[in-house]
């Protein structure tokens, strides 16, 4: 028995494995190294119905929606579907008091309804490949960092030229594995997608920022585009002469539900993720900078949603600003205690050690990663310093600070323009762009609220950021006001042309050079450019420096992580490519003695019921629904399913994949994680890690009872 035992160690361990449910692989390379895996837990297809170029596959019906979401095809009729917080800013586009869309929905009920989004975009994958050896072509041991990263760049775009040329699409090399691999990516990008369906807020954010990032979870989470084509079905601009796309694959859909235990996988575009850093990567993000923006934001919350429950114009302007604000704020609050409870970081330290020893070993691997973690050490402890200037002083009186602020540093090259004397077109070109920007930034603005922001944010800078690294021009306003800014402010905000929207359109529209004088002695503007100088000169440098060096030890770590690894196959960290994350559905233990079921119901939406809530006041149409038990065929013994959890690996840019069964159909759409596990961008927790889906059923039923939009199931392949 024992030798039998010891024998099939020595399998397994003298060939390639993967460890269960952990990553975020690659399409291409599935085959390889994880299909087996994923048969064994039931998976019924083949890899090549994964990813493949000679013929239609998933991967064909997969998107990149808008700029950070993950959508899916599921009619032959380009109709996509994708979250509800990814199609939040179109749908918050087309509302306004009098059509609210974001309280009540919306709902095509014909071709010609649908909405037209100006720039938002789908784009496909067409083909993959791993490009290291060109990539990699003349570069040598005895190079220089630099020297190597410049011939990388050159073999890059030389890549890049010859994918693209004579041909319609786009690429980019993306280096993985921390520059160990490269791969290119060959894509499709479709530009007229149109708004088709969307559930009011009270569904489609049910539970809003109070349940974000929690399981159990209630949200129906989704929204409907429709991509259009050119009558050649090639990607055109928006022309009512287009028509739906007609996809190379789309996903049939189940109405099977699922059971504890069932396969899953979860095919889309996962941000970033960073499993392989070293614990002061971690520690530099829990005690220091976390703590610090966690704050921050407490404050710009309290404010935004102080205005935005007083005044429903002030609460469509802000709300898709206030949910982005709140997002990473509670992710960074769960990833901070996810971290402490896990203990990860003396986890990485206990690796760093058996790391090291490993590392001792051998003298050429001392010589090579002998120095990796010292090295580490005192880059981190610049790096903290850099990281922390860099977010804080955006947060607060730069780009994504006080809004104001903001606008005045649009006129910037405006300013600089004139002063260097530039041709009447150049300033043209610059008025014009201006003036677009502002109509955009009004479109959402509200005076006083931003005001409020102003005194808080520079409040909170003057008190959080060490003197030696504020900006000259704030100094000297916090001086002339003895850093009582609510004083100022009412002055500042009402002489500003940055805050007036008749006033900044016109200053552009009847723009003269004698007026830039007027710009220049505005605070707001003085302090927009001491920010951009400042950082300009005395941070970026500095950081991209540090970075860079801390990227090129990364680099090594990466590769002698993988040869420590041995024969296990690490997955390398997510870049906003296209992965395959596989897994089980199941539940999880939460806390002591408190295990969570791996599905929600609409029982769970009447318990949360409260009209007095915006993000809980559940429309009156869907308890009809309830009390009637109206649900067709998408109820599962006398009960409405809504979401499920799977241990899937996922992270933000996953919201809106498929997430899809051992047949290979659409059973729910990803949208989260569930709170005690969220750290898993950093270390995953197969214990509580879980993301969160809309359970497609539930999406069919609102379709189809809830908006009786029930046409547009006919498109769809419905698997029973
Ligand atoms: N937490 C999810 C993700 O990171 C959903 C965010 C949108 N919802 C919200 N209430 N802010 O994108
Ligand atoms: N909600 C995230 C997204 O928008 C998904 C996640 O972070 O799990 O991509």
């Known amino acids: 028995m024992k030798k039998l035992l010891i024998a099939l160690l020595l399998v397994t361990f003298t060939t390639p494995f993967v460890r269960s449910d952990e990553g975020m692989w690659i399409p291409l390379l599935i085959e390889k190294f994880n299909i087996e895996i994923m048969q064994e837990k039931g998976f019924k297809l083949t890899a090549e119905d994964i990813y493949s170029v000679n013929r239609a596959c998933m991967k064909d019906g997969v998107m990149i929606f808008g700029g950070g979401c993950t959508a899916e095809l599921i009619s032959p009729e380009g109709l996509l579907i994708t979250n509800h917080h990814c199609g939040y800013g179109s749908i918050q586009s087309h509302s306004s008091l009098e059509h609210d869309y974001l309280t009540d929905g919306f709902w095509a009920m014909s071709r010609e309804e649908e909405l037209p989004n100006p720039g938002l975009t789908v784009t496909f994958l067409k083909y993959m490949e791993d490009v290291t050896d060109r990539v990699m072509n003349g570069v040598n041991k005895r190079m220089s960092e630099d020297e190597k990263n410049e011939i990388i760049e050159a073999n890059i775009s030389a890549i890049v030229a010859?994918?693209?040329?004579?041909?319609?699409?786009?690429?980019?090399?993306?280096?993985?594995?921390?520059?160990?691999?490269?791969?290119?990516?060959?894509?499709?990008?479709?530009?007229?997608?149109?708004?088709?369906?969307?559930?009011?807020?009270?569904?489609?954010?049910?539970?809003?920022?109070?349940?974000?990032?929690?399981?159990?979870?209630h949200t129906g989470d989704f929204s409907l585009f429709r991509i259009y084509a050119g009558k050649d079905n090639m990607p055109a601009d928006y022309s009512e002469d287009n028509i739906p796309y007609e996809p190379a694959y789309y996903f049939p859909i189940s109405l099977n539900g699922v059971d504890e235990g069932d396969f899953t996988m979860v095919f889309g575009y996962p941000g970033g993720t960073s499993q392989y850093v070293p614990s002061y990567h971690i520690s530099m993000l829990t005690d220091y900078i976390y703590p610090k923006m966690i704050e921050l934001r407490e404050k710009k919350l309290d404010i935004i949603k102080e205005d935005m429950d007083a005044d429903p114009e002030v609460r469509i302007k802000y709300s898709s600003k206030a949910a982005s604000i709140s997002n990473s704020w509670k992710r960074w609050i769960g990833e901070k205690s996810g971290i402490e409870k896990l203990g990860t970081i003396d986890k990485k330290k206990e690796f760093e050690k058996e790391f090291t020893a490993w590392v001792k070993e051998k003298r050429k691997r001392e010589k090579n990663y002998g120095h990796l973690l010292t090295s580490y050490k005192s880059l981190y402890e610049q790096m903290q310093e850099y990281s922390l200037v860099n977010s804080y002083t955006s947060e607060t009186i730069g780009r994504s600070g006080v809004e104001a602020i903001n606008m005045a540093s649009a006129f910037i090259?405006?300013?600089?323009?004139?002063?260097?004397?530039?041709?009447?077109?150049?300033?043209?070109?610059?008025?014009?762009?201006?003036?677009?920007?502002?109509?955009?930034?009004?479109?959402?603005?509200?005076?006083?609220?931003?005001?409020?922001?102003?005194?808080?944010?520079?409040?909170?800078?003057?008190?959080?950021?060490?003197?030696?690294?504020?900006?000259?021009?704030?100094?000297?306003?916090?001086?002339?006001?003895?850093?009582?800014?609510?004083?100022?402010?009412?002055?500042?905000?009402?002489?500003?042309?940055?805050?007036?929207?008749?006033?900044?359109?016109?200053f552009v529209s009847n723009f003269d050079s004698r007026l830039i004088?007027?710009?220049?002695?505005?605070?707001?503007?003085?302090?927009?450019?001491?920010?951009?100088?400042?950082?300009?000169?005395?941070?970026?440098?500095?950081?991209?420096?540090?970075?860079?060096?801390?990227?090129?030890?990364?680099?090594?770590?990466?590769?002698?992580?993988?040869?420590?690894?041995?024969?296990?196959?690490?997955?390398?960290?997510?870049?906003?490519?296209?992965?395959?994350?596989?897994?089980?559905?199941?539940?999880?233990?939460s806390r002591d003695a408190v295990y969570y079921t791996h599905y929600t119901t609409l029982e769970g939406i009447m318990e949360k019921d409260n009209p007095e809530i915006y993000d809980y006041d559940v429309p009156d149409k869907l308890k009809e629904l309830y009390y009637a038990k109206d649900y067709g065929r998408y109820g599962?013994?006398?009960?409405?399913?809504?979401?499920?959890?799977?241990?899937?690996?996922?992270?933000?840019?996953?919201?809106?994949?498929?997430?899809?069964?051992?047949?290979?159909?659409?059973?729910?759409?990803?949208?989260?994680?569930?709170?005690?596990?969220?750290?898993?961008?950093?270390?995953?927790?197969?214990?509580?890690?879980?993301?969160?889906?809309?359970?497609?059923?539930?999406?069919?039923?609102?379709?189809?009872?809830?908006?009786?939009?029930?046409?547009?199931?006919?498109?769809?392949?419905?698997?029973?």
């Open 517 to 589: 004088s007027e710009l220049e002695i505005d605070p707001l503007y003085i302090l927009a450019r001491g920010v951009r100088v400042f950082l300009d000169e005395r941070v970026r440098d500095k950081y991209i420096e540090v970075s860079g060096k801390i990227a090129n030890l990364d680099r090594l770590y990466m590769k002698a992580q993988m040869e420590f690894a041995g024969d296990e196959v690490l997955w390398p960290d997510a870049n906003f490519t296209l992965r395959v994350a596989y897994g089980e559905v199941g539940g999880y233990e």
């Open 162 to 217: 010859e994918a693209t040329e004579g041909n319609h699409f786009s690429a980019f090399v993306r280096p993985f594995y921390m520059g160990n691999q490269f791969f290119l990516f060959v894509n499709e990008t479709y530009r007229d997608v149109r708004l088709v369906g969307a559930p009011p807020s009270a569904i489609g954010k049910f539970g809003g920022d109070t349940d974000n990032w929690m399981w159990p979870r």
């Open 636 to 720: 599962q013994n006398g009960k409405m399913p809504v979401c499920f959890i799977a241990d899937n690996h996922t992270t933000g840019g996953n919201s809106g994949s498929p997430v899809i069964n051992a047949e290979g159909h659409l059973i729910g759409v990803n949208f989260d994680r569930a709170w005690e596990g969220v750290m898993s961008d950093l270390m995953f927790n197969p214990e509580q890690s879980r993301n969160i889906s809309l359970d497609i059923r539930y999406a069919l039923f609102l379709i189809d009872k809830f908006a009786g939009a029930g046409y547009l199931l006919d498109e769809m392949t419905i698997v029973e």
């Open 413 to 506: 090259p405006l300013v600089e323009a004139v002063n260097n004397e530039v041709g009447d077109d150049e300033l043209q070109i610059i008025l014009e762009g201006l003036s677009s920007r502002i109509s955009r930034f009004f479109h959402n603005y509200n005076m006083p609220t931003d005001r409020k922001l102003f005194v808080a944010m520079l409040e909170l800078y003057g008190k959080n950021l060490d003197e030696k690294w504020q900006v000259p021009e704030y100094k000297e306003l916090y001086k002339s006001c003895n850093g009582n800014f609510a004083v100022i402010a009412d002055d500042i905000y009402t002489q500003s042309v940055f805050t007036n929207h008749e006033k900044a359109a016109q």
